[in-house]
């Protein structure tokens, strides 16, 4: 039985993206990966990680900033940091790079699994921070259970019987009936005071989720991030995960 790699905001940082797959792939074979938006943005390998993302079997939807990137969004939801690295992605990537994250759909299911970049609701903008937000986004989706990025923090949502609740997501969860709501973290742009990569792999012979933290070159990318005349600030906060 199969294993899916999940990810999500790999933000062009191909080192961490780099790491995530050698992980994954020293535990057994990956079928495919499911890629919950944010290739590009923020960092300085846009091409290099999409050609990556595609040299595996791949379900994507498009994020934010893969739409920025494509001027399919208008910039006005960006602060100025990610404006500017919008811009500077976008001058960066080749006609073919814009067909791909054009072609990109907001929205994708997978079997049990729904995928958005944001929410089921409003899969461009909404983050999914609270339980409350989560719930209401129940109606929005037909499978057990969606996956979602943009955050960048790993979460999970149990709708259980009355109590519904938003927590950390454990190192081992085994899906069941309850339906759930899953952010796997984010690979190139970690938000959560840790600055190791996090994803998640699937494995559909335990119907479980798994949840890693790896760590890769930061130094690595910081530099690129500088050499490229990025905003230094995006070099500085993968030091310390934010
Ligand atoms: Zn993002």
């Given at each position: 039985?199969?294993?899916?790699l999940?990810v999500a905001?790999?933000?062009?940082n191909?080192?961490?993206?780099?790491?995530v797959?050698e992980?994954?792939k020293a535990?057994?074979?990956i079928?495919?990966?499911?890629?919950?938006?944010?290739i590009?943005?923020?960092?300085?390998?846009p091409?290099?990680?999409i050609?990556l993302l595609?040299?595996?079997?791949?379900?994507?939807?498009?994020?934010?900033h893969?739409l920025?990137?494509i001027?399919r969004?208008d910039?006005?939801?960006?602060?100025?940091?990610?404006?500017t690295a919008?811009?500077?992605?976008?001058?960066?990537?080749s006609?073919e790079?814009q067909?791909f994250?054009?072609?990109l759909?907001?929205?994708?299911v997978?079997g049990?699994?729904?995928?958005?970049?944001?929410?089921?609701r409003?899969p461009?903008?909404?983050?999914i921070?609270?339980?409350?937000?989560?719930m209401?986004?129940?109606?929005y989706f037909d499978?057990?259970y969606?996956l979602v990025?943009?955050l960048h923090v790993?979460?999970l949502?149990?709708?259980?019987d009355?109590?519904?609740?938003?927590g950390?997501?454990?190192?081992n969860?085994v899906?069941?009936?309850e339906r759930?709501?899953?952010?796997?973290?984010g690979?190139g742009q970690p938000?959560?005071?840790d600055?190791r990569a996090s994803?998640a792999i699937?494995d559909?012979?335990?119907?479980?989720l798994?949840?890693?933290?790896v760590?890769?070159?930061v130094?690595?990318?910081?530099?690129?991030i500088?050499?490229a005349?990025l905003?230094p600030?995006?070099a500085?906060?993968?030091?310390?995960?934010?």
């Open positions: 039985m199969a294993r899916y999940i905001d790999i933000h062009s191909l080192e961490a993206f780099a790491a797959l992980t994954a535990e057994g074979n079928a495919g990966i499911w890629c919950l938006g944010d590009v943005g923020y960092g300085p390998d091409e290099k990680c050609d595609r040299q595996y079997p791949h379900v994507s939807v498009a994020g934010n893969d920025a990137a001027n969004t910039l006005s939801d960006f602060n100025e940091t990610a404006a919008a811009l500077w992605t976008a001058r960066r990537l006609k790079y067909r994250l054009g072609s759909p907001l929205e994708a997978v049990d699994f729904t995928l958005v970049h944001g929410s089921p409003d461009v903008r909404e983050y921070i609270s339980a409350p937000e989560a209401a986004n129940l109606k499978t057990p969606c990025g943009h790993p979460l949502f149990r709708a259980g009355g109590e519904a609740c938003l950390a997501l454990p190192p969860l899906l069941g009936k759930l709501v899953i952010n796997p973290g690979v938000r959560d005071r600055p994803f699937f559909a012979a335990s119907r479980s798994r949840h890693y933290r760590s890769y070159d130094e690595a990318t910081q530099a690129k500088k050499r005349g905003p600030s995006l500085e906060r993968l030091g310390y995960g934010w």
